[in-house]
């Protein structure tokens, strides 16, 4: 067979070999066709469902009239019949009837797990539920808030970019411009932390809440931790009466404890448990428990009704390196130099081997900025400690303390999209702006 290519039918992708896809196109097959196949001198007759990475490119898989999934072996001498086309379901949103007195909360959807559903024929998970279908699984989300719901996009978060939080940027100030008293945008786990940095600064001092939140298990799933956190972030929106843009995910693998985190201190350390959320170098901002009672750990703004402003001009050419032993200064040179900002999670205190240092020197000569972070994460870059971290200083590099580095890559990218001037951009990385670093060690 040659190479694969893929098939996409409008609603899911499939990857098949040319033959097998001409097999498919010629007699008019897609999924969810009845067909009949003949192949291998024998004849099945099944509904053509995805087809899987895991299955060979010349394998048609078909759902049988038992209800079992059969993978069958195509060649040149197999023929399809279609013998009916899939049926053309048509979704009508449920308008949902305000409450007079209640505050309007406005859920932006972006897709993830959150706004995702399992389809139990296949197995796959797809970014299909709209933001409606997540209100209507929670009724008593109606009790506290008069909810709109718009779906921005409906991707997985490893797809999110710049142009993505641009977008996402502009939306929220339009919303809480037109009167919303908060923001909810459900949003993939996986970049959770790189959107909620880029909005936290992006958005700097919007005068209502502004949350992210996800979900580690999908929306129809009975283990589902979907419902409960977006109630948790309709209490805090009402209750909280606290502007910023947060996260908010469980805090306990049961469902009695939310984290409300800081948008620009969050990360994700670990694959799939529901309190996978953590805030680092950094007090959660509150907790929520299940009855809706906010515990505030930290200060932050009060709501007001000022007018929402997003600065979202943002540098696409800036990478984000992480250290290893024996880092070779040749291979990264073409990417140092060929970007406009670099920020290296760097080992401990913030170090690399000393070969790297001429060329993080050369790049800041050559206006480059250069920014170092801990790959420890938590705990603070110091640089003055050792040689090493001495002569990084005398190189240029900008120490950002206990700032995340996947925080201040998204940093990095938004001050230079206010200038170029390495001076004015090195001033505005060591300056705290929301929240995102500290001058002193938290316990």
């Keep these: 067979m040659s190479n694969k290519v893929v098939l996409d ?14 097999l498919l196109e010629a007699a008019g097959a897609s999924e969810g066709c009845m067909i009949t196949l003949e192949a291998g001198g024998q004849t099945y007759i099944g509904k053509v469902m995805p087809h899987h990475e895991f299955s060979a490119p010349d394998i048609i898989v078909l759902k049988m009239k038992s209800g079992y999934n059969v993978g069958i072996r195509v060649d040149k001498d197999s023929k399809i019949t279609v013998l009916e086309q899939p049926a053309v379901h048509e979704k009508k949103e449920a308008e949902i009837e305000e409450k007079k ?16 559903y399992v389809d139990y024929r296949t197995g796959a998970v ?58 909810i945008i459900p949003h993939g786990t996986d970049t959770l932390g790189y959107t909620a940095a880029a909005l936290s600064f992006m958005l700097g001092d919007v005068p209502k809440p502004v949350i992210l939140v996800g979900a580690q298990r999908s929306s129809d799933r009975p283990s589902s931790d979907a419902s409960t956190n977006l109630m948790a972030c309709a209490r805090f929106c009402t209750q909280g009466k ?15 404890s939310f984290a ?30 299940a009855a809706g009672k906010i515990q505030f750990m930290t200060e932050c703004r009060a709501v007001s009704k000022d007018k929402a402003v997003a600065q979202v001009d943002m540098e696409r050419d800036v990478v984000l390196l992480q250290f290893f032993p024996g880092m070779d200064p040749t291979v990264f040179e073409p990417v140092i130099m060929g970007s406009k900002g670099v920020v290296i999670a760097g080992s401990g205190l913030g170090h690399i081997n000393s070969p790297m240092i001429p060329l993080i020197k050369k790049a800041s000569d050559a206006g480059i900025p250069v920014v170092m972070t801990s790959q420890c994460l938590n705990g603070r870059v110091n640089m003055n400690v050792y040689n090493t971290g001495r002569d990084l200083i005398n190189a240029g590099a900008i120490c950002v303390y206990d700032m995340l580095p996947e925080t201040a890559y998204v ?12 001076d004015e951009v090195r001033e505005i990385m060591v300056t705290p702006l929301v929240g995102e670093m500290s001058d002193r060690r938290e316990f």
């Design 411 to 422: 940093k990095l990218k938004w001050a230079l999209g206010k200038t170029q001037d390495i």
């Design 260 to 289: 409300v985190h800081n948008g620009a201190r969050v990360r994700k350390m670990h694959t799939s448990r529901r309190d996978a959320f953590k805030s680092i170098n950094a007090t959660p901002v509150a907790h929520i428990d």
């Design 242 to 256: 606290k502007a910023g843009v947060f996260a908010i995910m469980h805090d306990t693998q049961g469902d009695d």
């Design 101 to 116: 007195g209640l505050p309007t909360l406005v859920l932006i959807g972006t897709g993830g797990t959150i706004a995702s």
């Design 9 to 22: 039918n409008g609603s899911s992708t499939m990857s098949y070999s040319d033959e097998t896809k001409g």
């Design 126 to 183: 797809h970014p299909a539920l709209s933001t409606s279908d997540m209100i209507n699984a929670i009724p008593e989300i109606r009790d506290v808030a008069n909810i709109r719901a718009k779906v921005l996009f409906s991707i997985f978060s490893e797809n999110m970019d710049v142009c993505n939080w641009q977008e996402l940027a502009k939306c929220v100030v339009e919303e809480i411009n037109n009167g919303a008293d908060g923001v």
